[in-house]
């Protein structure tokens, strides 16, 4: 089975246990959670970063071990920390993050790090736009699109948009619009959505998307489910209701979902029909209910069993 292979942040996430007075380490970071999530459902995963040759750095290492994520392209380096995320939560389970990243360690990724053998045997690349707020890794994380493409990859781009991290919210805009012509999987919340493309109408904004040949288009509304774009083809998805604890990691949650879907199905991505697309959905839309209901991102991701548990429901 070729798997998912993951590139950009994996982080340390101290996240509120008690009205913000105690906070937990958690390991996080989007692209090191989706691999964990990934292998966690049962599948293949790896991940392409880099972190600090420090105590957070190897406890890091361990972890993604630990779901069995491949980390043989975890790179260590000596020039800076790895990152650190404090996530204070409001009363609805809804986060707030200070970022103590500057610089971390991994918006140090270079483009001489990035080889060619780190995509064999994968089937799908996944990326954000964190690893390209940095011009030094941004260009690392452009070189891995485009080796993936000519290796006959797919590109999976979850924007993950942290604006209080980009010099200008018109920067942010203008990355994500800059890796759009390789992208065959979008995922981004309604959100966003009307944020980059200026549109508030969901139908609208995903039109501006269309216009890159993105085949498929996925918007999450939260409790709601996602509204998703395949072919051209736009179908709603309802979510699973769950009591939200902490919406942590559920975006990444529901990412690993969808891919660990794609990767596993026999079927070329191109060729896999609708009704399958949905069903994979519905996998995506139960592994971000699920992640909401506990605290913590990559301790909140479920197994294949616990998610066809849920689905009979």
Known sequence: MKGVVTLGEVLIDFISIDDNMTFKKNPGGAPANVAAGVSRLGGKSGFIGKVGNDNLGRYLKGVLESFNVSTQ???????????????????????????????SADSLLREDDIKEEMFEGYRILHIGTISMINETSKKAT??????????????SFDPNLRLNLWESEERAKNTVFEVLDYVDILKVSDEEIRFITGRNDLKEAI???????????????????????????LE???????KVVDTTGAGDAFVSGMLYSISSCQKGFEDIALDDIKYFAKIANVCGAFAVSKKGAMSALPTLDEVLEILKR
């Open 73 to 103: 392209n975890m790179i260590f380096t000596d020039e800076a920390h790895t990152g650190i995320v404090l996530v204070t939560l409001d009363e609805n389970g809804e986060r707030s993050f200070e970022f103590y990243v500057n610089p």
């Open 142 to 155: 452009l070189k891995a699109v485009k080796l993936a493409k000519e290796k006959g990859m797919y590109i």
């Open 207 to 233: 039109k501006e998307f269309e216009k890159y040949g993105i085949t498929l288009i996925l918007v999450t509304l939260g409790k709601d489910g996602v509204l998703l774009n395949y072919k051209g083809r």
């Open 236 to 242: 709603k998805v309802d979510g699973f209701p769950t």
